[in-house]
């Protein structure tokens, strides 16, 4: 079958359609089909630092979520049969077929297409993980969600109205998209390249400030983020786009009893995952 592979380089990784051996599934694996699959911004962050430089680094299938039928099942695969349409997160979903884990499949409803159900894994599981199993999102709070024009930011927005936030705040650059992230959900939309921002959380929110902070920006942001939380709220750092270090006032979160909780998928067993 085809494949694309990212292939690192001298100057990073790039991708190459190879031919290999069609995968088989054994125990609770499942064959998928597959007819899309979705492309993240992880991915493509990915390609500057696969370089051939690093000794450790070799060619690896590309692609982490994938819509497509079933066509084969194992043994131990339970549940599941073949002409199934289901959409799943797993390794190698750019090619015509996928290995996937029975427990990580779920069905597509009727109402969506193969395009756009290989663009709900990744980001909606991601997205759970940060606001429901971590953040532990309860009905009434106030949610900030940072870089909220992402999939995550979207996705975020729509499980957020779904569990009952009493107000959700989205943070963008750009202000253009404001309306755009009303359309889907948010109660207020805050542009974050102009000064303020803490102080108009805490008026989007009655002077409570943020229960709830699901941010994909990272170090620029951070202070301003602390600063923005409510008593006892949880900061979940689901991405560090805008970079990896920021500055914390200790005093801040000690008198805000605020938690940090950092989240990825990279540590994790597949098991956990």
């Known amino acids: 079958m085809t494949a694309i592979y990212l292939v690192p380089t001298r100057d990073g990784g790039v991708y190459e359609y190879q031919q290999v051996e069609r995968p088989e599934p054994s125990g609770s694996q ?31 299938p590309s692609g982490i979520e994938f ?49 756009e159900a290989a663009c709900v894994p990744n980001i909606f599981i991601t997205s759970h993980d940060a606001l429901v199993t971590n953040a532990q999102i309860s009905k009434g709070d106030h949610v900030v969600i940072t870089a909220a024009s992402s999939g995550i930011g979207t996705a975020s927005i729509k499980l957020a109205k779904l569990f009952g936030a009493a107000r959700i705040v989205a943070t963008t650059r750009d202000p253009a998209k404001s309306e755009r992230l009303t359309s889907v959900g948010a109660d207020v939309v805050i542009n974050t390249s102009e000064p303020g921002y803490p102080d108009k959380v805490r008026t989007a929110t009655d002077d409570h400030g943020a229960d709830v902070i699901i941010d994909s920006v990272g170090g620029p942001m951070f202070s301003d983020n602390l600063d923005a939380l409510a008593v006892q709220g949880r900061f979940v750092s689901v991405g560090r786009n805008g970079g990896e270090i920021g500055e914390i006032n200790l005093d801040a979160l000690a008198n805000k009893r605020a938690a940090l909780i950092g989240t990825t998928f990279r540590t994790r067993t597949p098991q956990e995952a």
């Open 67 to 115: 819509a497509g039928e079933i066509v084969e099942v194992g043994d131990d695969a339970t549940g599941w049969h073949v002409g199934e349409r289901v959409m799943a997160r797993g390794i190698g979903g750019y090619a015509e077929y996928a290995v996937a884990s029975s427990s990580s499949l779920m069905r597509i409803p009727d109402s969506l297409s193969y395009a």
């Open 30 to 60: 499942v064959l998928v089909q597959v007819h899309a699959s979705g492309t993240n911004r992880g991915e493509l962050l990915m390609i500057r630092g696969f370089r051939s430089s690093n000794p450790r680094l070799k060619a690896v």
